[in-house]
């Protein structure tokens, strides 16, 4: 079945770039996508990706796809310390109605 | 706009006792529903989705259940709760676009 797999932690320093992987296994992905979630809160929306796309820019986030290797990650450049959460990795397919999600990175800040 | 709410934030029942969350969208029509399990603060378990009203597709079996009864109310329920319940459940909505957004979330602790 369709899995989706992330790192569980990275500490990056403050104005650093932050650099968060993912990779999936279902080749039909349609849509790949980054959410935010701060603590006690929902997720987040950042951005998504369309899968015949390699590079989606958005302010501080670049979003990479490397198709191929069926390989995604987020960069968050000048981190801050609001960056500071858990940050999940989606896939999405037209076979079916379900996002997969991965089990997400915890980013932590260091001063 | 598109808003979604979930209510209660969040929840204390004691084993066996029963749970409704509900969750209901505006400012869209026709939306897939889903409702998501957060356990210990980490990883998304899809639980139900929903592509129309009374049309419930369950992705693990388990002791809850889920109810669509009108277009943009999505209700998550059990009978009898079990410690192993607890969790933060999530509701979120897509429409066509295969942007998901997501509730602010019910923090449920069953005691």
């Known amino acids: 079945g369709e899995d989706v797999e992330q790192s569980l932690f990275l500490s990056v320093r403050e104005g650093d770039s932050s650099v968060i992987n993912c990779t999936y296994t279902?080749?039909?992905?349609?849509?790949l996508y980054w959410y935010k979630q701060e603590p006690g809160a929902g997720l987040q929306l950042l951005t998504y990706?369309?899968?015949?796309?390699d590079m989606k820019q958005d302010q501080r986030l670049t979003v990479l796809l490397n198709k191929k290797d069926k390989h995604l990650s987020l960069r968050i450049a000048d981190t801050q310390t609001g960056d500071s959460a858990i940050y999940f990795c989606?896939?999405?397919?037209?076979?079916?109605?379900?996002?997969?999600f991965g089990k997400g990175t915890r980013l932590h800040i260091l001063p | 706009s598109q808003t979604i709410h979930q209510w209660p934030a969040t929840l204390v029942q004691p084993v066996g006792s029963p749970l409704s969350l509900e969750c209901t969208v505006e400012?869209?029509?026709?939306?897939?529903l889903y409702w998501y399990r957060q356990a210990a603060g980490r990883g998304l378990q899809l639980l139900f989705y929903?592509?129309?009203?009374?049309?419930i597709s369950s992705e693990v079996p388990q002791n809850l259940s889920a109810s669509r009864p009108q277009d943009r109310q999505f209700i998550l329920s059990s009978k009898k709760l079990l410690l192993s319940d607890s969790g933060f459940y999530l509701c979120?909505?897509?429409?066509?676009?295969?942007?998901?957004?997501f509730g602010p979330g019910t923090r449920l602790t069953v005691t």
């Open positions: 279902d080749s039909s992905s349609t849509y």
């Open positions: 929903s592509v129309g009203i009374g049309q």
């Open positions: 400012g869209t029509s026709n939306p897939n």
């Open positions: 979120a909505w897509t429409s066509g676009s295969y942007e998901q957004y």
């Open positions: 990706i369309f899968s015949n796309m």
């Open positions: 989606a896939e999405t397919s037209n076979r079916d109605d379900k996002i997969i």
